[in-house]
Every structure is written in C-alpha cells, then in structure tokens.
C-alpha cells in the first residue's frame, strides 16, 4: 500500500514556474512507476509526465514537454515535478499517481490513468494571464 500526498500548487502568473512535490508512505517507493496527471473543470484527468522505477526514464505529454521536467529522489520517497513558461491552459488539479513495478511493466507506457493503483488527492494550480 502508498499513501501519496501531492503539495506546492499554487497561484502564478503566466510565465512563472512552480514545483509540485509528490510525497510517498512506504519502503519500496524506488520499485513503484510515478505519473503526474491534471484535470481542468469539465475535463477529463489528462496525461502529463511519468517517471519509471527502473532506471527513471520519462515520458511527457506534447503540451508540456520542453517546460516541465519530472525527477525523483528515491532516498526521501518523492517525486517531483518542476513546471516552468506557465501558461493559463496549465491551470488544473494536478495529481501524482503510482504503480508498482513487475514483471510485465516493461509492455506499459504508464500514459493512462487505468495503468496506475495509488493516486494523491491533488493540489490546485492556477495561472493567470
């Protein structure tokens, strides 16, 4: 079982830049696939970036690649994920989410809310223009 607990959202204007932190309860975080979702009002949660147990390679959404970047540190069981050119399309709940490794995760993309088992209760950002 992980517990997930998702901070650092907040209010920033369009341009800034904001840290999300996803915290994890357990010893075997480094064995566990981490995602970070979000989900605007009226909108369905959306993929935006993963980072895998074995060996930390990541994956991001079109939207956001080449200003966000994903990043782990195993030793203090969090994730992170550092958004930078914010925009005012950015503005949802982000979520992380995780799911452990096993043996037929190397056939998963970890792209799909369906993928993943464990998910945070979500931290509200929000960029004005």
């Known amino acids: 079982q992980v517990q997930l607990v998702e901070s650092g959202g907040g209010l920033v204007q369009a341009g800034g830049s904001l840290r999300l932190s996803c915290a994890a309860s357990g010893r075997t975080f480094s064995s566990y696939n981490v995602g970070w979702f979000r989900q605007a009002p009226g909108k369905p949660r959306e993929f935006v970036a993963r980072?895998?147990?074995?060996?930390?390679?990541?994956y991001y959404a079109g939207s956001v690649k080449g200003r966000f970047t994903i990043s782990r540190d195993d030793g203090k069981n969090t994730v992170y994920l550092q958004m930078n050119s914010l925009k005012s399309e950015d503005t949802a709940v982000y979520y992380c989410a995780a799911a452990r490794e096993t043996a037929y995760s190397g056939s998963l993309y970890y792209t799909t809310v369906t993928e993943y088992d464990y998910w945070g209760q979500g931290t509200q950002v929000t960029v004005s223009s």
């Open positions: 980072i895998r147990a074995s060996g930390g390679s990541t």
